[in-house]
């Protein structure tokens, strides 16, 4: 008669067998370790509390870069910015150019090239500025926006770019509307993104917007797909310093209360 002890043995032999023949290279429910051994923990929360432990530690660091495309009123920007507190500095690609910003608190600065300068100054609409093209002005409007060129060009706070540019290089600003998802949550497995073990977070099955946190250390955001595919972004550095200072006064210059417009 086969003991207590001897019939526990075999159907745990008999159980560890028949795992071992269905696994083919993905993890099965009861036959593979949990997916959230050794990490935070924020996997096993309900999707509602993960994307508030992800905000949460996005908003208890200073610091932060962030790179991918975003969206808005129908013109996509790519940015690579690195963001602090009182300011960031980055670049901006939009409509096939590249400019820099540069924000220390309220004082903010746009560096770009001739051609950026000669499409109007960054007024959005491609335009030259309001002139004619029988004026005959060409050299002179090349002549200002080689001067403009590779400096580092303060935007008055009057001005339109300033409220359309300040935002991109605000942490708090721009984190706060991102990191929220629209929508029903729900989780959508374990990920892993430049690395990083994740946990996803979706809202209205994707519709809405999702959010990789990060299982190891602190639940920081790794990557958001915003909702109506309006922009992919990742995240790293979080609360890694950088410098940031205002540019050399040789570097700069100072239009007064509007941007010139060739």
Not at 90 to 97: D, I, K
Not at 188 to 212: N, Y
Request: hydrophobic fraction near 30%.
């Amino acid at each position: 008669m086969m003991s207590i002890s001897q019939g526990r043995s075999r159907r745990a032999t008999l159980a560890g067998a028949v795992c071992a023949l269905l696994v083919t290279g993905a993890a099965l429910t009861g036959c593979s370790e949990d997916p959230n051994e050794g990490t935070n923990g924020v996997g096993r929360l309900p999707a509602d509390q993960i994307q508030s432990r992800a905000q949460k530690a996005a908003a208890s660091v200073g610091t932060v870069r962030l790179h991918g495309t975003v969206v808005t009123s129908g013109r996509t920007y790519t940015l690579d910015m690195r963001l602090k507190e009182k300011g960031g500095i980055g670049s901006v690609t939009t409509g096939g150019e590249t400019f820099r910003l540069l924000r220390v608190g309220d004082e903010l600065y746009l560096r770009a090239g001739a051609e950026f300068w000669g499409r109007g100054g960054g007024d959005g609409d491609g335009g030259s500025g309001g002139k004619d093209a029988g004026e005959g002005d060409g050299e002179t409007d090349a002549a200002a926006a080689d001067k403009l060129a590779s400096k580092y060009v303060k935007v008055p706070q009057g001005d339109p770019s300033y409220q359309k540019f300040i935002g991109l290089t605000d942490k708090s600003v721009l984190l706060g509307g991102l990191l929220t998802l629209h929508g029903k949550l729900a989780t959508d497995g374990h990920h892993e993104q430049s690395g990083v073990r994740t946990i996803r977070v979706t809202g209205d099955e994707g519709a809405g917007g999702t959010l990789d946190v990060s299982l190891e250390g602190k639940p920081y955001p790794v990557r958001l797909v915003r909702a109506g595919k309006a922009g992919t972004l990742t995240f790293s550095a979080w609360g890694t310093d950088f410098p940031l200072k205002q540019p050399a006064k040789d570097d700069t210059l100072d239009y007064g209360k509007k941007l010139p417009t060739s």
